[in-house]
């Protein structure tokens, strides 16, 4: 699952370890996003192609059609977006990118639930794999995006069983592509995803789990966890 996550850096140096060469729409702004906990419900700048140029727009996180009548969704399921009634039409014109330093998960043991980070062991940006109700340019608080999800394995396990799909560069600029078929999609998302020896993670406070709170602390590692 990815229900929470870090987004600290300014777009210009989201932008810069994506693709300095693609051409793109996108005003220019050296200030850091500095959102140290992004949570679904908020606005989220989203990194789309349009008339292969690209773009970056503020859209609601979390998915609701008219037929849906229950809490909207946060996340898609890679096993089954592509094919599902719900996903199936974004997977197909509504692919785009979220940029992130790492994602909260909480390790939960009984009723203690201790929340860690996790990131690029490297220090490098991420780029999620995200689907949403295109053209993102209009805006919508119920037909926004959800991030894209799969089976964690190895160690990323023991913190949760499931993680966004994180992709290199390379393959995030083939998954932005209106050119890239569903099937090249669904490939990409699986082959073109970093593994799980790419992250490291490390317990953060509680305070994480309120989404008022912003301060660069939340993402500090903290001693002593409680699970």
Known sequence: MCGRFAQTLS?????????????????????PLARFNVAPGTSVLLLNQRDDILHLDPVHWGYAPPWWHKTPLINARVETAATSRMFKPLWQHGRAIVFADGWYEWKRDGDKKQ?????????????????????????????????????????????????PVALTAEAALAWLSPETSDKRAETLAHDG????????????????GNIRNQSPDLLTPVDNPIV
């Open 11 to 31: 777009r210009e140096e989201y932008l810069a370890a994506l693709d300095e060469t693609t051409e793109r729409d996108i005003a220019f702004d050296p200030e």
């Open 115 to 163: 929340p860690y980070f996790i990131h690029r062991a490297d220090g490098q940006p991420l780029f999620f794999a995200a689907i949403g109700k295109a053209p993102f340019e209009d805006g919508d608080d119920r037909e926004g995006f959800v991030i894209v999800t799969a089976a964690a394995d190895k160690g990323l396990i023991d913190i949760h069983d499931r993680r």
């Open 193 to 208: 995803a970093l593994g799980p020896d790419a992250f490291i993670w490390h317990p953060v406070d509680r305070a994480v």
